[in-house]
């Protein structure tokens, strides 16, 4: 049973540019959550989705924008992108409206 | 607002129970989480308390919850050199997690 995957692994940008890192849910899931883990600190929440609607949403701005596809899976995209943006993007996806939320290895966004 | 505090750093010797704390200023968060986090790698589910609950074992682990203290801990015991990683305490439910910044564990011979 595959569990989260994330790609791409590492992606490296300019400032200004767009970028779209994608997800693939545990089978069985239907809830993908996004989250940005800065160098040292802990994941922050961006947003949920469940039913391919944006569910809930964290402190984020708008340059900060998904999708979820009937199959599940989501996209995360960034516009406009800031040197601040370079983080490790973590997915997680959980069933429904159960506790577990289990995230995948990551994209290691490098912004310069 | 939201918080969640861990110490930074934890060292132990080979053996030894590590344990970790966390602190927080939300109550009403229905769950709280215990993920672990290896170098380059994702989050690690490792265990997690029902809100109501003040303790639960899961074979090496021990999760214990002080609600009135707003307190949750997590005990390894008899550590090991793969025990070695970043530990994030987490509050939340089916939706938005909230994370501490991590308490980095290193066991040593």
């Known amino acids: 049973d595959a569990g989260v995957t994330q790609s791409p692994t590492h992606l490296i940008k300019t400032r200004g540019q767009q970028v779209t890192l994608r997800c693939s849910p545990k089978s069985g899931h239907d809830t993908v959550s996004w989250y940005q883990q800065a160098l040292g600190q802990g994941p922050q929440f961006i947003f949920q989705?469940?039913?391919?609607?944006?569910?809930q949403r964290g402190n984020f701005p708008d340059r900060f924008s998904g999708h979820q596809f009937p199959n599940y899976s989501s996209e995360l995209n960034v516009n406009a992108l800031l040197l601040g943006d370079s983080a490790l993007y973590l997915c997680?996806?959980?069933?429904?409206?159960?506790?577990?939320?289990?995230f995948g290895p990551g994209t290691r966004l490098t912004v310069t | 607002g939201e918080d969640v505090e861990q110490s930074l750093f934890l060292s132990v010797r080979e053996g030894d129970s590590s344990v970790i704390n966390c602190t927080y200023t939300?109550?009403?968060?229905?769950?709280l989480y215990w993920y672990k986090q290896e170098p380059g790698a994702g989050l690690q589910l490792l265990t997690y308390?029902?809100?109501?609950?003040d303790m639960k074992q899961d074979q090496r682990l021990t999760v214990l919850l002080n609600k009135k203290d707003k307190h949750l801990s997590l005990r390894i015991a008899d550590t090991q050199t793969g025990d070695s990683a970043i530990y994030f305490c987490a509050l939340g439910g089916y939706n938005k997690l909230i994370f501490g910044a991590g308490t980095r564990l290193a066991v040593h011979p």
């Open positions: 939300d109550s009403s968060s229905t769950y």
């Open positions: 308390i029902f809100s109501n609950m």
């Open positions: 997680a996806s959980s069933a429904g409206k159960r506790y577990e939320q289990y």
């Open positions: 989705y469940y039913e391919e609607e944006e569910r």
